[in-house]
């Protein structure tokens, strides 16, 4: 058995030396070692904090330093490029008034005491989603993504039925389910003959969840669960002719959907 790692070795003496290298600044440099590689080759991780140097076998430690300062003004960019797009997801915070939206109706969090699951009720002129305070500490955004599933699971089986009666009325009924992590609004699984949209589509206006259903209905529908083609834009604008613009619409709409993340409360 060695007596040490030769790469951990090699990342360590990297390390050192590239220790005020600005472009390397806040995050951790790693290597990796590949049998088949003949040139370096680098990439950027989690969020811009972790910078990978991809090495050929017998690379020494002077030409991972020579490599990365080469490097310096792509690492630079991408590193900047990426923490922008970090700072640009939608947060939300966990505080009394915080916006939420189910089926494009607005809803206000309001944090409470009582203890108990998150649930909708409506007070005065709107909406809100009480949460138990202790459970949002505790569990984050969970507890109210498990909502989101819970009465999305419930609109897919109220809605789901009459809409498959009319795509494909002499074939099975798919099986529905909702799913926590996934960056697609919906999906068809052939093997189970199930239909799957994501918690995050509840948040979206009726008419593209509407479409994310159907889109998905049309898919289970086809012979084999077949993909997208020709066929099956007929087939979905048959039964959804404004498919083509919603199509445009829900791409449109993904990056200022809520995905759970939250801002800490000030
Ligand atoms: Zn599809």
Not at 61 to 70: D, G, L, T, Y
Not at 78 to 90: D, F, M
Not at 190 to 212: K, S
Not at 222 to 248: S, V, Y
Request: with cysteine.
């Amino acid at each position: 058995m060695p007596l040490e790692n030769p790469l951990s070795l090699l990342a360590e003496q990297a390390r050192t030396a590239l220790s005020t290298e600005p472009s390397l600044k806040g995050c951790t440099l790693k290597l990796t070692s590949h049998a088949r590689r003949r040139h370096m080759g680098l990439s950027i991780s989690d969020a811009g904090r972790v910078v990978t140097v991809r090495t050929p076998p017998g690379t020494s430690s002077e030409q991972v330093v020579a490599f990365v300062i080469h490097q310096r003004p792509w690492i630079t960019a991408n590193r900047a490029r990426i923490s922008e797009n970090v700072a640009a997801i939608p947060r939300k915070e966990l505080v009394t008034g915080e916006g939420f939206d189910f089926i494009g109706a607005p809803m206000r969090l309001k944090v409470t005491d009582i203890p108990g699951s998150v649930a909708r009720a409506r007070l005065g002129s709107g909406w809100w989603l009480t949460a138990n305070s202790a459970e949002l500490s505790q569990r984050g955004a969970a507890p109210l993504i498990d909502w989101y599933a819970d009465a999305g699971a419930t609109w897919l089986h109220e809605h789901a039925p009459e809409l498959w009666q009319r795509i494909a009325p002499q074939a099975a009924m798919p099986t529905l389910a909702i799913e926590r992590s996934t960056r697609r609004w919906g999906s068809y699984h052939h093997a189970r003959h199930e239909v799957r949209l994501a918690w995050r589509a509840f948040q979206l206006p009726r008419p593209l969840l509407h479409y994310a259903l159907v889109h998905e209905l049309v898919h289970a529908a086809r012979p084999g669960g077949r993909p997208h083609g020709p066929e099956f834009w007929t087939l979905l604008q048959r039964h959804l002719p404004t498919a083509r613009r919603d199509h445009g619409l829900i791409r449109k709409a993904g990056p200022q959907v809520w995905e759970g993340a939250i801002r800490p409360a000030p």
